[in-house]
């Protein structure tokens, strides 16, 4: 059933409560939008309201960590991944189990625009030592990678979506940190998606089937560690691959791929995303279409990149 | 153990001495601040934080996070004294390959706590570990070390916003209130008074020393544990530099280390003390 990353955060971290002790949730009043009130219901003394302070939420999230808590420190990605500082020396250099849960990505929260869209907290997450950093696509992997967060050692970036995500995955999916997902095979071009765009480059492709472009997609739900044997291994098989995210396609998943690539095995990459510019105001619908993010802008760029002659690389 | 005043002054001026030669050997550093708080730190883990090697990172132990990181020297070399770091190991100060970084690195020496050196940080981090022991029911104690300087950054007012709101009254901030930072005088850069009035404001319990008097030194840190439902917040008025006389009271000696002259100089005068 289609669901907000963000609603699934707050269903799972409210659930895990439960039998886990250790957890604590720190928030910096946006409970009701990121879902951590629901944890907050249930476990209010595991709960910290901290206010609008997001760099004193941090540093208070690293204390716990440091004192054997698994901190979940919540806000908006933009608004939490601006005290880049704090996370880097509080969070990041000391490797504290701390979870950084970052909703309200992309372009696709809509009307709000640019100041409330995350953009470029991937780039700017994925630039940290220690730091993992994990876009999850639909519900059930949400939960599953909120799960897996409490085993894991050193800190996490969890970059959630306000809007509903389609299902994407199997009945039977298991998510693995760090390991791509084959949503779809193909011989042609590899698209990887994340997050929010996963089920639209899905949809784009089904649809070039017919004229006979056989396109496969790739669920990139870690961006770091990326999968780089899975990436050298399409790049290898289909030669083209294409990457879409809804994020400056600066320092997140286009940057993640192409880093891969260019060491392993050049092939033409052509990264979707915001091109190097800010958000703005807006229904989701539309801003994707001006992006090129929804199905039709994918299925479109995917034709024009497929006519495109490979070039000959030394 | 307990420790008269007489002992701690002695165990001080070698930590003092112990911060020239690690400077000197080191080649650069921040001696200015190092000696401004020697006097607060060997009263605070000789009689508050009963630090030991074999205690240094037991769950129930009191813990101590040094916001102001570029003082470290003072924490590396009172760690010497109490058999956590050897009089050898001081003179790798901010060497290649070193445990001793030139600020507090908590992933390779986890004694120091917290890795601090971009200031204004260490107050969270300490509140965060006020609030897991608050959590867990642990009886032990955080104590915060801040810089003057430091006071200019936003996330300090936070912190400061934030903890009485949780009673934490296990959490005892210490300035070391030596007047100096890099560009001059923090009345000049940023003045930061009235300091008591903006604490008691924020509704923690202020209480201002000299913070170089052994007596007031411990009074207030007995007052401190004695303070319930708040945090405590010291104003401890030093001197930049303090027991060495070309030293104290110089901005210039902020961020400098001493020639092995100066050095020759600074440990004569400080075995004198």
């Known amino acids: 059933m289609a669901k907000a990353s963000r609603v699934s955060f707050g269903e799972a971290i409210a659930k895990l409560g439960e039998k886990h002790p250790e957890i604590v949730v720190l928030e910096a009043d946006l409970g009701k939008s990121t879902y951590s009130y629901q944890f907050g219901e249930r476990f209010p003394e595991r709960y910290f309201e901290m206010g609008i302070a997001e760099a004193n939420m941090i540093g208070t999230g690293a204390g716990l960590a440091m004192t054997g808590k698994i901190a979940f420190i919540c806000s908006f990605a933009a608004f939490v991944t601006g005290r880049y500082d704090i996370i880097r020396m509080s969070i990041a250099y000391p490797n504290v189990n701390v979870r950084i849960i970052g909703t309200h990505c992309g372009v696709a929260i809509g009307p709000d625009g640019n100041s409330q869209q995350g953009l470029e907290d991937m780039s700017i997450m994925r630039s940290l030592p220690n730091m993992g950093v994990i876009q999850p696509g639909d519900d059930m992997e949400t939960q599953q990678a909120i799960e897996y967060s409490l085993k894991h050692k050193g800190p996490l970036f969890i970059r959630l979506t306000r809007q509903k995500l389609e299902d994407i995955n199997s009945k039977n999916y298991q998510f693995q940190y760090g390991k791509g997902v084959i949503l779809k095979d193909g011989k042609d071009v590899t698209l990887f998606a994340t997050g929010g765009t996963v089920y639209n480059t899905l949809q784009a492709a089904h649809r070039l089937e017919k004229d006979g472009i056989k396109v496969r997609v790739v669920n990139i739900h870690t961006i770091k560690p990326i999968d780089d044997e899975l990436i050298i291994k399409c790049a290898r098989e289909t030669k083209r691959m294409i990457t879409v995210e809804d994020h400056n396609i600066i320092g997140g998943l286009g940057s993640a791929v192409s880093e891969v690539i260019s060491e392993h095995y050049p092939v033409l990459l052509k990264r979707i995303g915001l091109k190097d510019c800010f958000g703005e105001s807006g229904v989701e619908k539309e801003l994707y279409k001006k992006f090129g993010l929804d199905t039709e802008s994918i299925e479109e760029t995917i034709r024009d990149f497929m006519s495109k002659d490979q070039p000959v690389l030394v | ?273």
């Open chain 2, 1 to 273: 153990m307990t420790y008269t005043i007489d002992q701690l002054k002695d165990i001080a001026k070698d930590v003092r001495i112990d911060c020239i030669k690690m400077l000197t050997e080191a080649g650069s550093g921040h001696p200015g601040g190092s000696l401004s708080s020697a006097d607060l730190l060997t009263a605070l883990f000789y009689t508050q934080i009963h630090r030991t090697k074999e205690n240094a990172l037991s769950d129930d132990r009191n813990r101590f996070v040094l916001s102001k990181g570029h003082g470290v020297p003072t924490l590396y070399a009172i760690f010497a004294q109490l058999g956590i770091l050897t009089k050898q190991d001081l003179l790798t100060l901010r060497k290649t390959g070193s445990i001793l970084q030139g600020h507090p690195d908590y992933d390779r020496l986890p004694e120091v706590e917290a890795s601090t050196g971009s200031l204004g940080q260490g107050l969270s981090i300490a509140q965060g570990i006020a609030m897991a022991g608050k959590i867990d029911q642990k009886d032990f104690r955080v104590y915060c070390m801040l810089g003057d300087g430091e006071m200019q950054e936003g996330e300090i007012w936070e912190g400061l916003m934030s903890a009485p709101k949780y009673k934490l009254d296990n959490l005892c901030v210490i300035l070391d209130y030596n007047k100096g930072q890099i560009d001059g005088s923090v009345e000049n850069v940023m003045n930061i008074e009235p300091l008591s009035d903006k604490i008691k404001a924020f509704n923690w319990h202020p209480i201002t020393i000299d913070g170089h008097n052994y007596d007031e030194i411990l009074n207030a840190y007995e007052e401190a544990r004695q303070t319930k439902g708040k945090p405590t917040f010291i104003i401890a008025h030093t001197i930049k530099g303090k027991g060495v006389s070309f030293m104290e009271g110089k901005i210039e000696w902020h961020g400098s280390a001493p020639s092995q002259e100066q050095c020759d100089q600074a440990i004569k005068e400080l075995s004198a003390l």
